[in-house]
C-alpha cells in the first residue's frame, strides 16, 4: 500500500526521471521501509519523503530546461526553449480556449449592465419592492397617504406618480408621516396636490427630511400639521394638537369641515 | 561559457562524494553512509539522492559499475556508483576550500571552549 502510494508520488517527475531511476528510487523506499519499523520511524521516513519531494520536484523540472546561453555582454540572444513542435491537440485546445474567451467577453457585457442593474436597485428598494405605504380614498372624497417605508425616489417614480395621481383625485388631502422620516415627496408634492386643503400627520417619530416637506409646505400656507411635535431637529408644533393615534380622526374631521 | 551544474558543490553532492571515498556503494549505501557520516542530519531522500547522481554522472563526477550477478545474486540487479579521479579531485578541492574557511573561522576564534 505505502509503496503503491510512494509509485504514485513519483509520477510526478519528469518522464525522463522516471524512466531512469523510478524503479531505483523505489528500490530505496523499500529498503528503508523494511529497515525502518515502528511508528516514529515510519512517521520520520514519510517526512523525508515529503521533504526530498518539495525539494528534488522544481530542481528535476529546472534541469529539464536548456541553460541559455549570452553570446555576448549587451548583446540579445534569442533562444528556442521547446525544441519539438507543439502537439496538434495542444494546438487545438489553446485555439478552442482563445475563442471561447473571445466570444465570453462580448456576451458577458449585456450581463454586466444587469448586473450593475440589479445592484442599485437592490440597494435602493425595501424588501417588499415598492411597496412604500397605502393610499386610500376616505369618505367624502378625502386621499389618504400613509408612508411606510422610504422607497427611491429614482426608483419607484412611476409607483409614486401613481399614487400622487391618485391622490390628486381627492378633493382633501391627508399625508400621514407619523411613522417616517423621508422626504422623497417634496418634488413630487410641489407641482401636484395644490389648492386642496392639506392636512399631515406628524408624531415624535417625524423626523428629518419628514420635517422639512411639513416646514416647506406650511411656509406656503397649504399645510395642516395635526398630531404631536415633531421628533426631529425642527421641533415643529403642530397646529392641530391631538395625540398621535387621534390625528387621523382629527385631520378628517377637519377635512370634511373644510368641504363644502 | 556555460555555467557548470556543480558549481558552487551543492551539500548533497559532496556528501555522497564522500561516501564513495572508502567504496562503490548502490544508491540505498550512499543514503545510509551520508546519514552516518553527517550523524543522521542529511537523510537523502530518493529524488535527491538520484537527481544528485545523475548531475555527477553526466559531469563524470561518478561512473556506474554494473556488479552483476555475482556479487548480489540472490537480490535483484542493483547499481553501483564509483567515484572516477576527476570526483576525487573534485570532493579534494570542496574539502580544502572547507578547510580553509575553517582556517579563517579559527583565526577568528569564532570556536568557543575546548571544541577544535
Not at chain 1, 25 to 51: K, T
Not at chain 1, 165 to 190: K, P
Not at chain 2, 94 to 105: I, K, P, S
Request: glycine share 8%.
Amino acid at each position: 500500500m505505502s509503496e503503491r502510494i510512494y509509485r504514485c508520488l513519483l509520477g510526478l517527475y519528469p518522464p525522463r526521471f522516471r524512466e531512469a531511476y523510478e524503479e531505483a528510487a523505489l528500490q530505496l523506499f523499500r529498503d528503508r521501509w523494511r529497515d525502518e519499523r515502528g511508528f516514529v520511524s515510519r512517521v520520520r521516513l514519510w517526512l523525508d519523503l515529503f521533504a526530498d519531494l518539495a525539494v528534488s520536484l522544481p530542481a528535476e523540472y529546472r534541469r529539464g530546461q536548456p541553460v541559455v546561453q549570452q553570446v555576448a555582454d549587451g548583446l540579445p540572444s534569442f533562444q528556442v526553449l521547446g525544441d519539438e513542435s507543439p502537439r496538434r491537440g495542444a494546438l487545438l485546445a489553446g485555439g478552442l480556449l482563445a475563442l471561447v474567451v473571445l466570444a465570453t467577453f462580448p456576451m458577458s457585457i449585456p450581463h454586466a449592465r444587469n448586473y450593475t442593474a440589479w445592484k442599485v436597485s437592490s440597494r435602493a428598494m425595501p424588501p417588499d419592492g415598492c411597496a412604500f405605504g397605502d393610499v386610500e380614498i376616505l369618505p367624502r372624497s378625502v386621499g389618504y397617504l400613509k408612508l411606510t417605508s422610504f422607497p427611491d425616489p429614482f426608483a419607484c417614480e412611476a409607483q409614486l406618480r401613481a399614487a400622487i395621481t391618485t391622490l390628486d383625485r381627492a378633493d382633501a388631502i391627508i399625508l400621514d408621516f407619523r411613522e417616517t422620516s423621508g422626504g422623497w415627496l417634496t418634488h413630487l408634492v410641489d407641482k401636484a396636490l395644490t389648492g386642496k386643503p392639506l392636512y399631515i400627520l406628524i408624531s415624535a417619530l417625524t423626523s428629518s427630511e419628514s420635517e422639512k416637506v411639513c416646514q416647506e409646505l406650511k411656509k406656503q400656507h397649504r399645510a395642516t400639521l395635526v398630531g404631536e411635535r415633531t421628533g426631529g431637529g425642527a421641533r415643529l408644533e403642530p397646529d392641530a394638537r391631538v395625540a398621535a393615534a387621534d390625528a387621523l380622526e382629527k385631520a378628517q374631521e377637519l377635512a370634511e369641515r373644510k368641504l363644502p | 561559457m556555460p555555467k557548470r551544474k556543480l558549481d558552487p558543490l551543492p551539500a548533497a553532492a559532496f556528501q555522497i562524494l564522500l561516501s564513495l571515498a572508502g567504496e562503490d556503494l548502490h544508491g540505498y549505501g550512499i543514503m545510509r553512509q551520508v546519514a552516518e557520516q553527517t550523524g543522521d542530519r542529511m537523510r537523502l531522500g530518493p529524488g535527491t539522492l538520484y537527481s544528485s547522481i545523475q548531475t555527477l554522472l553526466e559531469e563524470k563526477f561518478i561512473a556506474e559499475v554494473d556488479m552483476g550477478e555475482e556479487a548480489n545474486g540472490r537480490q535483484e540487479r542493483r547499481r553501483y556508483y564509483r567515484l572516477t579521479a576527476l570526483g576525487r579531485k573534485l570532493a579534494c578541492s570542496e574539502a580544502e576550500r572547507l578547510a580553509g574557511l575553517l582556517r579563517v573561522a579559527r583565526a577568528k576564534k569564532i570556536f568557543r571552549g575546548e571544541h577544535v
